[in-house]
């Protein structure tokens, strides 16, 4: 057995590259499974972040989607499931939404080209289409319409004909349902005689107040629609139908998404399996589906504080059932023919994949994963889950990666540095499943401690509520507390805390270091840093969003003035590095290009790096290659250690 050498923390040598981590930014979601076929969406960095669609049966995958065309839906302009299998003759068509252009596209079996369904938009991009459902009688794919003009945005939801027709005639599209704001989950009975669906309005986002709205189909037309469940301050979602006259229903009505059963004529709400845990996630991409029916009745769930794992209800007895899995979190999209269930999932050692359940046998199978060759387990840290205590003895829930290498260990004198990840949303959430971005840090003697601060999904309504008009205090603290526990545990280095996010994080990120001296470095990537002009350009879905993260406006301008880290670009207590997309329709390349300016202003080190042609969420595998070497050399020259074969960053 080879000893291990002793080297400074943060310059072991490691075997995982950028290159490494950006081939890893395969993206896999939303799987459909009809009897033996299976189906999912699939991002790739190699080609830029296109996205295409896949088909598995008979043990042979093929790719439907050949370039340029792209899958990839910008409704709410985080999109969702992009695609939709129709049946046609003997297989299986696909409709799916191009990004380029946004039209719907049908491609028919054995066909070499798809063909457009709906019509070209006045403005380039201006007819969305997302969360597709078949008709219940094949003519028709029912999904969610978003419509940009001159005069706004406006929603419906729409019947689009799968003869094309409204490829020439826009007036072939059938309105179904309008006047709301926002749109999900457009779901048919069984027989085809109602409709049920999600909605709501400004100002509030969907983890906010919901309502189920279900409506009879006469004519092709829905009549006399009417709110089952939800409300101003309940979530509902995930509508999905027990048989004609009886609904499911996911609602955080007593604090935590639970199942409930609704029927049609006035019945109270019944709950299935109260728990203290959710049973969903927050609405943030539309399409995906956290629970199904199996063929017996019986219902297959997700469920859990945190990571979310997979079980079985059984209405008759009323018991919930796990499976012994090797997978430690699914994401929110199940997909159920039969008696097999379709999912995705990971754990800390397994990299996310296509997951294909028999749940007769219990027997799981991995189709597809984003990671075909995961490095060796040795250089992988596993996550201990934390519940660590903050501001005034409130809990904070958190992962923390000690470095891990088989072939280095630090000096018995020293501690190593730790980056506080904090993830975006801020309804996000951090899983447990492998992401090879944690092991290039830990494989090289940097820890890292990933934190579901206070606003976070996944423990509960109350948890989530305590971001509210408390944004850039609640989250900066409770990472600034896992932080400070750790020092206080012995376990990190006080003077070597770097703090990094994107998007929401990157927000965390720039409001801790101007209102904190913790850290001695911090990373925003694409982060918000004045929320006056944020709130005045961003994209319509979250144009309303700080109302409830900051207060409303007019009325809380002082809030908004004081909270921004634009504003305290003089205090900054340490080097920033800046990323930035320069295509970002959510946050504006601005919000970080002010930012870099008011650093330079007061003469504080910082590296503004930007992308072209990258959007909110890098997709391309040069530019996470050049993030990831840019940060760890970053680090190496903020938190004091020379990192292997990486290139020197240039401070301003």
């Known amino acids: 057995m080879t000893a291990r050498a002793t080297l400074p923390y943060g310059s072991w040598p490691s075997p995982i590259s950028a290159a490494d981590v950006a081939r890893a930014r395969l993206r896999i979601g939303f799987p459909t499974v009809a009897g033996d076929d299976v189906w999912w969406q699939e991002t790739r960095p190699e080609e830029g972040g296109r ?86 009688d094949g003519s028709q794919v029912w999904c969610v319409c978003e419509g940009h003009t001159p005069d706004g945005i406006r929603r419906a939801i729409v019947g689009i004909p799968l003869d094309a027709s409204a490829a020439e005639d826009a007036s072939a599209i059938q309105e179904l349902v309008s006047g709301a704001d926002f749109y999900a989950s457009p779901t048919p009975s069984p027989s085809g005689g109602h409709l049920a669906w999600v909605q709501w309005n400004h100002p509030r986002m969907p983890w906010d107040g919901t309502e189920l709205r279900v409506a009879a189909v006469e004519g092709g037309r829905t009549v006399a629609p009417r709110t089952v469940k939800g409300g101003l301050t309940e979530s509902a979602l995930a509508p ?48 995906g589906k956290p629970y199904a029916i199996l063929e017996d009745g019986r219902l297959a769930v997700l469920h859990g504080e945190g990571d979310l794992r997979l079980g079985v209800y059984d209405p008759e007895t009323l018991e919930l059932t796990d499976l012994d899995l090797p997978y430690a979190d699914w994401r929110p999209a199940l997909s159920v023919s039969g008696s097999t269930v379709l999912g995705i999932a990971g754990a800390p050692e397994v990299p996310t994949s296509v997951v294909r ?77 492998l992401d090879l971005e944690h092991a290039y840090f830990t494989s090289r003697g940097i820890g890292v401690v990933e934190v579901n601060y206070g606003g976070s999904a996944g423990y509960g309504r109350a948890y989530r509520e305590r971001l509210r008009r408390q944004w850039g205090v609640v989250d900066v603290e409770d990472a600034v507390a896992a932080a400070r526990a ?28 101007t209102t904190t001296d913790l850290f001695a470095a911090g990373t925003s990537y694409f982060g918000i840093s004045d929320l006056a002009s944020f709130a005045a350009a961003t994209h319509d879905f979250e144009s309303h969003y700080l109302f409830g993260l900051i207060g ?101």
């Open 51 to 136: 996205t295409t669609v896949v088909h598995l049966a008979e043990g042979r995958r093929t790719e439907l989607l050949q370039s340029p065309y792209d899958a990839r839906t910008r409704v709410h302009e985080y999109g969702g499931r992009s695609y939709l299998p129709v049946p046609s003759g003997e297989g299986h068509a696909i409709v799916f939404s191009n990004y380029e252009d946004q039209r719907l596209y049908r491609l028919d079996p054995g066909e070499p080209k798809p063909y457009a369904l709906t019509p070209e938009p006045a403005e380039p991009g201006g007819l969305r289409y997302a969360d597709y459902v078949l008709s219940p």
């Open 240 to 287: 999905l139908w027990r048989d004609d006259e009886t609904l499911y229903v996911i609602s955080d009505w007593p604090g935590w998404w639970n199942i409930y059963q609704v029927g049609l004529h006035g019945e109270s709400a019944q709950a299935l399996y109260p728990a203290e845990e959710e049973f969903a996630g927050p609405l943030w991409t539309l399409g």
């Open 357 to 433: 359940v028999d749940m007769r046998t219990g027997r799981a199978e991995s189709l597809r994963r984003e990671l075909a060759e995961p490095p060796n387990a040795a250089y992988l840290s596993m996550p201990r889950a934390e519940r660590l205590e903050g501001p005034f003895g409130r809990p904070v829930h958190a992962l923390v990666y000690p470095p891990s290498n088989p072939d280095a260990e630090g000096p018995a004198d020293e501690k190593p540095p730790y980056v506080v990840f904090v993830h975006g949303g801020p309804t996000g959430r951090a899983s447990s499943t």
């Open 486 to 513: 750790l020092v206080d545990l012995g376990v990190a280095d006080a003077k070597r805390l770097a703090i990094r996010g994107g998007s929401a994080g990157g927000w965390t990120t720039l409001a801790a270091v």
């Open 552 to 652: 409303p406006l007019p009325g809380f301008e002082r809030a908004y003035e004081e909270r921004s880290p634009l504003g305290h670009a003089s205090q900054a207590s340490c080097p920033v590095l800046l990323l930035q997309g320069l295509d970002d329709p959510i946050v504006p390349a601005d919000q970080s290009e002010r930012f870099a300016e008011a650093l330079a202003e007061r003469e504080v080190p910082h590296a503004y790096l930007t992308f072209e042609g990258e959007s909110h969420g890098f997709r391309r595998a040069e530019t996470v290659i050049t993030c990831l070497e840019s940060e760890l050399s970053f680090y190496g020259r903020t938190l004091g250690f020379e990192p292997v074969g990486i290139t020197p960053i240039e401070l301003s």
